[in-house]
């Protein structure tokens, strides 16, 4: 859902991507949102369902920020890509860990589609974080950075349910990662790229939590 975030001429780079994770983010769907406290998605097959397609998108190296860094020629995004790079490789960890321990795939019925489907989302993004259309690829590891907040409350709730105490993450804050996008929009054409690449990694994610929620349906049906 690519939903239209009211801009007026005051609005900077940093507000509009706020405004498009609060809208279309990890935390705004309903499916997702449930993990807190434990409703729906806090079953552990739901959980292990979770992680697992979690897993597959964004538990490979390199990933997101990983691209992101190859492409991006700021100096001024150097700290926050290192710090991020960093943070995410144990938010990886953390992730492959939880996939581990929570089990087998629940049984559910067009799993070949499901695995396939994700797997051209894991290669959508691959290509937004190695577009050369510059900005894009930030844009898209400003948002993953942003959305990751939401979707670690499911990884803690997940991790909680199989036995293993997960460490804070030490990703940048949202503060700081604002900040970042403020400084790299500049202009109207850098705006417009942070904002594309946002949008997708967004998508990606709402797909995400659209196929889960099926799947949980068609194992809990009606």
Wanted: proline letters at 5%.
């Amino acid at each position: 859902m690519n939903t239209a975030v009211p801009r007026s001429s005051d609005d900077d780079i940093s507000d509009i991507i706020a405004a498009l994770v609060a809208a279309d983010g990890t935390a705004a769907h309903a499916y997702a949102a449930a993990a807190q406290p434990s409703a729906l998605i806090g079953s552990l097959p739901n959980l292990a369902d979770a992680a697992h397609y979690l897993c597959i998108l964004h538990g490979r190296h390199p990933g997101v920020i990983d691209h992101a860094a190859t492409k991006t020629a700021d100096n001024a995004s150097r700290p926050w890509l290192l710090q991020a790079a960093k943070g995410f490789a144990a938010e990886r960890a953390l992730l492959t860990q939880v996939t581990v321990a929570a089990g087998p795939l629940p049984s559910t019925m067009g799993q070949d589609q499901c695995d396939a489907t994700v797997l051209q989302q894991r290669h959508a993004l691959d290509m937004l974080a190695q577009s050369d259309r510059r900005g894009c690829a930030m844009g898209a590891a400003i948002a993953l950075v942003l959305d990751w907040r939401a979707i670690r409350k499911i990884l803690e709730a997940a991790a909680l349910r199989v036995g293993i105490q997960p460490q804070p993450s030490s990703l940048p804050t949202p503060a700081a990662t604002l900040e970042l996008a403020k400084e790299l929009g500049q202009d109207e054409h850098s705006t417009r790229a942070l904002t594309f690449g946002a949008r997708q990694l967004l998508g990606q994610h709402r797909g995400l939590w659209d196929l889960l929620q099926a799947r949980a349906s068609v194992r809990t049906p009606g």
